[in-house]
């Protein structure tokens, strides 16, 4: 249950990240400097935000000539909407360490 | 978006395990024991009774909702923006004891299903199905 998901919520925790990262799912591949125009922060502060977006999986970087430019990985939010595949996975693992725990009880 | 503000969805689990009710019983109802195969908590076997249980990775806020010894276990599971009811029934079978877990919860949509306001969640979650809706 911990890792993707909560990579994902921390990342977009922060409203400036969400809003940079619900701008690219909106308005498609942009640069830092478009972006930059619209945050309201400075470059530097969209940039460290955009790193922090593509840790999480978030969002994809282009580089041509000086630019890079950003794309957004819709696809890494799956896992939040389809919450019962991540817990499915975590019950059965819960279940295992039950079983192994149910038969430690027996000594 | 088309979905009633009704839909939920929901984890079954079922196993059968080759212990007796009373045993596994104790296993889910213990705090000592809970701690073994789930996450360290304050649970107490008494309805209303709020407990969080907790994870290197954060915690899970919960409230016991119904207990019949040996047989029925339910308790309310809040976290990371998720509002869910976990229920656990134990038959007794052949082998031992068939156990099975429901997890019900609510779709991202439903705003009033979700306590994430304080993370300014709700808006967000608002659009994801959205977002999602177009993923390739």
Redesign the interface.
């Known amino acids: 249950m911990p890792t993707p998901h909560d990579v994902i919520f921390s990342a977009l925790a922060d409203p400036t990240r969400r809003g940079i990262f619900e701008r690219l799912c909106r308005g498609g591949e942009q640069t830092v400097g478009g972006l930059t125009a619209l945050a309201g922060v400075s470059q530097p502060a969209v940039s460290k935000h955009l790193g922090v977006l593509k840790k999480a999986g978030l969002v994809l970087d282009r580089h041509e000539g000086r630019q890079t430019h950003y794309t957004a990985r819709r696809q890494a939010l799956a896992p939040l909407v389809d919450w019962t595949r991540q817990m499915t996975e975590f019950w059965e693992s819960r279940f295992d360490d039950l079983d192994d725990l149910l038969k430690r009880m027996d000594q | 978006m088309t979905t009633t503000s009704t839909e939920t969805?929901?984890?079954v689990?079922e196993?059968e395990?080759a212990?007796a009710p009373d045993?596994?019983w104790?296993?889910l109802t213990q705090p000592h024991?809970i701690a073994?195969?789930?996450m360290k908590n304050d649970f107490v076997p008494t309805v209303d009774h709020r407990f969080t249980l907790t994870?290197?990775?954060?915690s899970v806020d919960c409230k016991v909702l119904e207990i019949e010894p040996q047989r029925a276990l339910a308790y309310s599971w809040d976290a990371?923006?998720?509002e869910s009811v976990v229920s656990w029934t134990l038959t007794p079978s052949a082998a031992g004891t068939h156990?099975r877990?429901e997890?019900a919860?609510f779709r991202?949509d439903q705003q009033q299903a979700f306590a994430g306001a304080k993370?300014?969640w709700q808006k967000?979650?608002g659009?994801?199905?959205e977002?999602?809706a177009?993923?390739?």
């Open positions: 969805r929901s984890v689990i196993r395990f212990h045993k596994i104790r296993a024991l073994e195969w789930l994870g290197d990775w954060g990371m923006g998720l156990v877990m997890q919860g991202p993370f300014g967000f979650l659009n994801l199905d977002v999602v177009r993923i390739d």
